[in-house]
């Protein structure tokens, strides 16, 4: 045997060992690669109702608060993104100010949309967001009927997914795929809820508009039914005037009116979510029999957006004040006010 084919002989094993210590380490760098989003994913801890607003949002201030609740409501934010959502805002306004009645309303109708958020995200096995979902029900309404029920969904539907899991030996680039997925169909499920929203608002706005078209008509009505009533009155001074002056005075100071009952106009619930204020002014008869005839509004100004719904109710408020009997119908000015 020749010295050449000695040393060939003699690197034969040293390159077996080499070769398979490489395919060993990169065998091991693979396993590292698969299971590193599934630790990730066992690492992140699960919302709870105590940590579900996130520390940014609680840091806001109340006018802050209000204000990014409003803007993310109006903008079909209401349970998603983390951390910029409608329920994570009015959840951390309710903690600062437990009264708020507005933060209250706007959690009452959030609630259903968010459990039915929740529903969807167990049904595409979305557990990370059913379980963040089920943390903002959980702090707006611990004792709300479909949370339990969801809890043993969520775990119930985490147990099969382990075991699944397990059993296919997903890779990362498989696990990856599946993330994805979900996100997909989470953006899908929420712009589908979000476009109902939109549709039920675009109808509210117009049987808004009908009921604003129907209110004008019956307001151009009362007026003309005022200044009839007014041609009436004037007609019926004429006539005083030219009785006997000692006949016209007890008259004259039995128009004085003395009120017996003036209940205070109602505020419009989304006027008070948005912090909104205002002031109308109404003209009104008072009859013979202390009765409001007639009332119209004269001017109101504050927030433009409702200031057809501070008319409404300052007019309804008027038309059931109550006044002591009068020798002749009176007419008179008042401006009501809306403040929070």
């Not at 990370?128 to 949370?147: V, W």
């Amino acid at each position: 045997m020749t010295a050449n084919n000695k040393m060939r002989k003699g690197w034969v094993p040293v390159a077996l060992t080499v070769a398979v210590a490489c395919a060993l380490g990169a065998c091991k760098k693979d396993e590292q690669a698969a299971a590193g989003p599934q630790a990730a994913q066992r690492a992140a801890p699960a919302p709870t109702p105590e940590t579900v607003v996130s520390a940014s949002v609680s840091a806001m201030g109340v006018d802050q608060l209000r204000d990014a609740a409003n803007t993310a409501y109006n903008d079909n934010r209401l349970y998603a993104p983390p951390g910029n959502n409608a329920m994570e805002y009015y959840l951390a306004l309710r903690d600062k100010q437990p009264g708020d009645a507005g933060a209250s309303s706007a959690l009452s109708d959030l609630l259903p949309m968010t459990v039915i958020a929740t529903e969807q995200s167990i049904a595409r096995e979305d557990y990370e967001e059913a379980s963040r979902l089920l943390a903002l029900i959980g702090k707006a309404d611990p004792n709300h009927p479909a949370l339990e029920r969801l809890k043993a969904s969520v775990a119930s539907g985490e147990s099969k997914l382990k075991q699944q899991t397990e059993t296919q030996k997903l890779t990362a680039e498989e696990e990856a795929k599946r993330k994805a997925d979900q996100l997909k169909q989470r953006e899908e499920d929420q712009r589908k809820q979000q476009e109902q929203q939109r549709q039920q608002v675009a109808q509210q706005e117009q049987a808004q508009r009908e009921a604003a078209q129907r209110e004008a008509a019956q307001r151009e009505a009362a007026q003309r039914e005022a200044a009839q009533r007014e041609a009436a009155e004037r007609e019926a001074a004429q006539r005083q005037q030219a009785a006997p002056a000692a006949a016209a005075r007890p008259a004259a100071a039995s128009t004085e009116l003395r009120a017996i009952s003036q209940p205070g106009p109602k505020f419009p619930p989304a006027a008070q979510r948005a912090g909104a204020t205002g002031s109308v002014q109404v003209e009104f008869t008072v009859g013979t029999d202390g009765n409001i005839a007639s009332a119209r509004v004269v001017s109101s100004d504050g927030t433009r957006q409702f200031q057809r719904e501070f008319e409404r109710e300052a007019l309804n408020a008027v038309k059931r004040w109550r006044f002591q009997p009068i020798g002749q119908a009176t007419t008179s000015r008042r401006t009501i006010s809306f403040e929070q």
